[in-house]
């Protein structure tokens, strides 16, 4: 890479963002396509996690902005899957948190983003009040504050309630845990 070129290098990528946020290199995936493998959610996605990360990899405006308008990124449930599979220890999720909060600054996030916000809300008031998660309460919630029900929208309590029981007890146990990812996602309102 010549320094004289005008194709000098962007600082301010969502690669480096990423980087700064998390610590996460994203030199590290060597595309292999275990995560988007593994993804239980991957199928629905516009971009598969593997693909948002070859995107930020190329460090340029119109390819990050690429992966920050995908509807994709909003299904990503944080389950790690991806992560525990990838052989370079790349946290997909953290890396999602990132591209997601960044669309919401910029203003370019999916519309399904409003509506998936929407249950994530409600999963965690669910959790909060509960200390469990019941799914009728979970559905009239998230109803109520999206004001209506989207059929593809449902893909999402979907996974949680029928693919990711086995995540459900770990989740509720991690309650913070679970908040402080919801809360980088919803910014301070949540
Ligand atoms: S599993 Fe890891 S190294 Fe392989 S594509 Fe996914 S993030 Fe990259
Ligand atoms: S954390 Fe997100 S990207 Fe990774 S496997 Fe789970 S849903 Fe897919």
Known sequence: ????????????????????ATGISLAQCY?????????????????TPCQVLRLLQYGQ??????????AGIWLCLSCETCST????????????????????????????????????RAFLDSVEQTGRLYEIGLVANYKLRSGHFLKDVMLA????????????PHM???????????KRTLGSKG
Request: proline share 6%; net charge positive; aromatic share 4%.
């Open 1 to 20: 890479m010549s320094s004289a070129s005008h194709h000098a290098p962007h600082a301010d990528t969502l690669a480096a963002r990423v980087k700064a």
């Open 31 to 47: 595309q292999c396509g275990k995560c988007a493998a593994g993804c239980p959610v991957s199928e629905e996605m516009d971009l």
């Open 61 to 70: 405006d119109k390819y990050d902005e690429r992966a920050m308008r995908s």
């Open 85 to 120: 599979r990838c052989p370079q220890e790349v946290e997909i999720p953290k890396i999602m948190d990132v591209v997601r909060a960044e669309a919401l600054k910029r203003g370019i996030a999916h519309p399904k983003s409003k509506d998936i916000l929407a249950f994530h």
């Open 157 to 168: 309590p979907k996974m949680y309630v029928r693919g990711k029981l086995g995540l459900l």
């Open 172 to 182: 509720i146990k991690g309650t913070a845990a679970v908040k402080r990812i919801f």
